[in-house]
């Protein structure tokens, strides 16, 4: 069953810096897109970056250009979102999903009804 998992969440202070991790497993990452998404307590998710698994290339939420880095590495079936510039309103429950084809230009890429295959999430918190 393909699966997906994340880790690195946790506590930091603004500033700081998180190297969240999504581990896949059956092959899901294989040929599926990947997506970070945050929800912050008591609002929506929000599509943070994706990227494609045909050529790598990636799209980020204006509100974290500059700041993260999406990343994927096939051979270890696993993407990552490094975090630099952490501020409070970064905080919220990071989850990945996994879609076929997208993050793609005639995709709406950061949309969460785009994908299908969701993580259980993990924690980041930003505070003093």
């Known amino acids: 069953q393909a699966q997906l998992k994340e880790s690195g969440g946790g506590l930091v202070q603004p500033g700081g810096s998180l190297r969240l991790s999504c581990r896949g497993s059956g092959g899901i990452l294989d040929y599926n897109d990947i997506a970070w998404f945050r929800q912050a307590p008591g609002k929506e998710r929000e599509g943070v970056s994706c990227?494609?698994?045909?050529?790598?290339?990636?799209k980020y939420a204006d509100s974290v250009k500059g700041r993260f880095i999406i990343s994927r590495d096939n051979s270890m079936n696993s993407a990552y979102l490094q975090m630099n510039g952490l501020e409070p309103e970064h905080t919220g429950g990071y989850y990945c999903a996994a879609g076929f084809m997208t993050c793609r230009e005639n995709r709406n890429r950061l949309g969460a009804d785009e994908y299908k295959s969701w993580g259980q999430g993990t924690q980041v918190t930003i505070s003093p």
């Open positions: 990227i494609a698994s045909s050529d790598g290339s990636a």
